[in-house]
């Protein structure tokens, strides 16, 4: 079976509340949360997963105090890339902090849940600002509705919860199926410490339009996968390669 690497590209670390990614646990306290974009290494395609955030839209948009790593051009650089060489942006769903450089893709395909994209176009009110139509127009999109193999050794899982059209990313590598979670959070949702993990075997993403779906695509992904990427676990941050 083919095999790929994972490179972890991270622009950007911003301030938030631990609550927005643990559900009713650790709340008040503040945490930088990196956003990443994920190259996969390996196909005959130049493939990413989600393109992250600028610091200065997290700042100006949401008023998040934030830290600039790179710039989504240096990121690509570091690995011999421009923006106009990707062939295909896999959107784990469509949140302003992981689209917000998809448009420099100009030749891309964008890959995103049909269900997730007419929600980002029409949001309910309750999830607020987590959705910026500027960013989503013109863009090549591919709609998919569910299970989709993207190529041998790549394969989307549908992660609903989070979002109404969250998917995973299961990559097949020479250390086992690796998957990108989708939803946002960190390595705590899956490995909860003692005194909840008698109650609870994860904790439930801390954004969610469904909460029970959040639950059980987590649980889900925790038994599917050998090697977990929590999309905003901080120790990708220095990772150059997955394995
Ligand atoms: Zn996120």
Redo the contacts with the bound molecule.
């Keep these: 079976m083919k095999t790929y690497r994972i490179r972890p590209l991270l622009l950007t670390k911003m301030e938030i509340d631990l609550g927005i990614l643990l559900y009713r646990y650790r709340y008040g306290e503040k945490f930088m949360s990196p956003a990443y974009s994920w190259y996969i290494e390996g196909s005959d395609q130049h493939i990413l997963v989600d393109t992250s955030t600028d610091a200065e839209l997290a700042t100006e948009y949401r008023g998040f105090p934030a830290e600039k790593v790179m710039s989504f051009e240096e990121a690509l650089a570091g690995l011999g890339l421009k923006p106009d060489d990707i062939d295909l942006v896999i959107q784990t769903h469509l949140?302003w902090?992981?689209c917000a450089n998809t448009a420099k893709c100009t030749n891309a395909k964008v890959l995103v849940n049909e269900t997730e994209l007419h929600f980002a176009f029409s949001p309910h009110p309750l999830t607020g600002l987590s959705y910026r139509k500027d960013l989503l127009k013109d863009l090549n999109f591919v709609l998919i509705d569910g299970y989709h193999e993207v190529a041998p050794g790549i394969e989307i899982i549908p992660a609903p919860g989070h979002s109404p059209g969250t998917q995973a990313v299961a990559i097949n590598t020479d250390k086992g199926k690796a998957i990108i979670t989708g939803f946002?959070c960190v390595k705590e949702n899956f490995y909860p410490p003692e005194e909840l993990k008698k109650l609870m075997p994860i904790i439930t993403p801390g954004t969610h339009t469904d909460t029970l779906a959040a639950y059980e695509s987590t649980l889900r992904i925790k038994g599917l996968a050998d090697i977990l990427i929590p999309?905003?676990d901080p120790s990708f941050a220095d990772v150059t390669s997955i394995p």
């Design positions: 949140h902090d992981h946002c999309v905003h």
